[in-house]
């Protein structure tokens, strides 16, 4: 009896072995396959770990002479520095009440935006939407801001509008409540048509039968898309949730330094554009920009982990790992 | 994979990344680097190349006629070097050149602001060996050396060294006279019953309100950028003008925007905002959307023009067709300060510099100094303003006239030399000098003159406002982090905020001791003391 256990489980491995080809042989054997996938990993390499190293920055007191592994240890201090800091505290509390208003108010509408688009049945009209959707998508915010700033502006086309139908001029540019109000309903135009491509793929790809029979069973179109439609975006729904908050501090650097200006700091000014302007425009220097980074990237990294947790334990769907 | 494998794997990688590092990391020890060059090398002998950053200077390099700039094939000839540009913009130079200085990458010779607009940075470069100390006898210099003996460049000196050449803007610091003046459309205020400079900052308020009267779709007053806003505390406290003066009150040196005194120009500017007179765009707009309202005619007045260039001057024809920009467009001399007494701008007459990474070795070191030596003389500085006498103008009766053909410029003509001569100096004062060539344009000509006219009446009859440099280029720690502070957004802040401004702007002030305005105030003051500062 031992002995077939024994021999069971040495077939066991020696098939494992098997199925487990040397690296080398693997390369080989897919060759173009990797010689595909080595740009990407050369990119990673060269742009995302060599530069990791520079994170140490956040532990030294930056001596030029001396570059970052020569600097001496500074006990802490750009942390101390950057957390007794009132506007980093201030970018901070931006960052999370921006990043989780776009999670709850923009990340839905995509998916609105796709099952909409679906339950069009006139199939021209519905590529002139999407079309119409997307299109901004691929307009810079450089380009945006400029637009943005000049219907905005006090002489522009909303406040000439404004005072057409008798209402006072709006200063949404300089006005912390309407700012932020601006950035998600700005950035919900720039990308709510491009999101919603991938949901729509993914309604594509459900049979029509099942939509056939609950037609026969008598289901209307909101049932069908409660019980079909739904059911099969919830997974890709719940992937881009979790790769959302992954980036939940970042904000949208370019939309917010296009657009703001210094009477809405207090309100808009995020991590990003905070490590920007204390880099490059104060004198506060490398090693308090860098501890900045680093704690954002820390909590990010946390909430990424947070949110793939939630994501498999409580809503039982598949995570990211 | 064998164990020996994996560990062989496992040092390869580690021998890469270590390599990668170490390519990425800087040289080490470069603080006491030792100067490879031979001084008794006969330096004239060799063609050096130069590497040199300043602003648009690759532009010039790429344009259509760049092998043709004779000022510059004669500059390089005569030093016998080569440039070697190297590209930075309006857009990016801090940005770049704080990341070529972390990552040793420094051109040899390259413009910066550091010296008056982040002492601490300055310092920190200099003692961390980043730029490289100027030699102590610069006799073999005579044009750097008289810069250099000027009273305001000495606080610049740091241990005893200087380790930049500050890049003039004017001879003196008195000559920014029209560098923050209003200009100011003077038919438009006739028209208004207007024909005088208001004596008081009530009477602006009733001059533009007349004249908005009467071109109700204009602004009243607009701004070449938010800093020119501070031009209005030149009718209050003309200290502030300048946001990084310290004024001494109760036998105490303060931060000029922390004095009482500030009060009178907020609440004015605060009154302009709320009366519809300042442009309500004015926070959300990009430098020089001001200016270039009031050239359109949509403006009656703007902060900010102190010269007009020429393609300014099309720009205002083009909107205004039927007038004469010379006798419409006048300067307003601000009117007179709590004392009575009438100020102009005041600033250290450099406000950038120049710099040299200390990677030179004394043979490039000692052509590099040549070269701005010859940048910052009297007969090179003429050269970019006028082109060569003979070829582009000739001088007749004291005057200089230009013998370009209507098709030429001079820009185009040698447009290395264009933003080159910028590395020397901005050399702004040389139409105050009346040497100019006497534009060719006509219209313009008599604008020329009018800014000639015009500087001469204010030195004339107004005061320079009173700064200390000694204080204001004073470097201690804790002042250095004041640097941070962004006055001029916080005064943006009160005078487009809806709460009283004097308790918005104490609040504010109130915010800098937690950024450690307390603790820079007393640094100052005990140094002061120390250097016996008056």
Known sequence: MGNAIQEDYRAGEIKLRRLKKPLGKEIVKHKYLYLLVLPTIIFFVVFAYVPMYGVILAFKDFDYSLGIFGSPWNDFQNFRDVLGNPDFVNAFKNTLFISFGRLIIEFPVPIVLALLLNEMFNGKLRKVYQTVFTFPHFISWVVLSGIVTTILSDQGLLNELLQVFGFGKNNVLTEGNS??????????????GWSSIIYLAAIAGINPELYEAASIDGAGRFQQIKSITWPALKGTAAILLILAVGGIMNGGFDQIFNLYNSAVYNRADILDTFVYRSAFTDATGFGFSTTVGLLKSVINCLLLFSANFVVTHVFKEEGLY | MNKKKKTILALAGLLVAFSILSGCSKESGNKTQVNEGAISEDTQSKQIELSVAVWDIQTGFEAPNAANDTINNNLESQLNISIKPIQITWNDWMDKIKVWAASNQLPDIFANAIA??????????????????LPEDLSAYPNLQKIFSLPSVQPLKIDGKFYMIPRMTYADSSDWALDRSIRYRKDWAAEAGYTND???????????????????EINGLTTNNKSYLMTQFLGSFPELSNTRSWVKEDGKWIPSYTSTKAYTGIEQLRTLYTNGILDKDFAIQKDADGVSKFLAGQSFAVYGLPLLTIDQLSQFEKANPTVSASKAIGYMNIWPAADGKRYTFVETPY????????????????RALKLMDYLVSDEYLVLPQNGIEGTDYKVEDGKSISLLSDDQNLGDKYPI????????????????????VVNSNAEMAKIEQGVIDTFNKFKKEDIPAPINFDVMLLSTPAKNKLGSLNVVDDIVNVVIGKDDPIAQWKKIVEGYNSKGLQAAINEVNEEVTKQGIQ
Do not use: C, R
């Open chain 1, 179 to 192: 700012f932020t109000a601006l950035l998600f309903i700005s950035n919900i135009w720039k990308e709510a």
């Open chain 2, 116 to 133: 008056t607009d982040n002492p601490g940075l300055y310092q920190t470069w200099a003692k961390q060996g980043v730029i490289k100390a």
């Open chain 2, 198 to 216: 208001p004596s008081s900052f009530e009477e602006f308020v009733e001059m533009t309100q007349a004249v908005m009267v009467k071109h109700p």
């Open chain 2, 351 to 366: 406000w950038s510099e120049t710099y040299f990474s200390n990677k030179l070795d004394d043979v490039k070191f000692e």
């Open chain 2, 417 to 436: 030399t264009k933003n080159f001569s910028f590395l020397g100096q901005w050399n702004n004062g040389f139409i105050y000098t009346g040497k100019k």
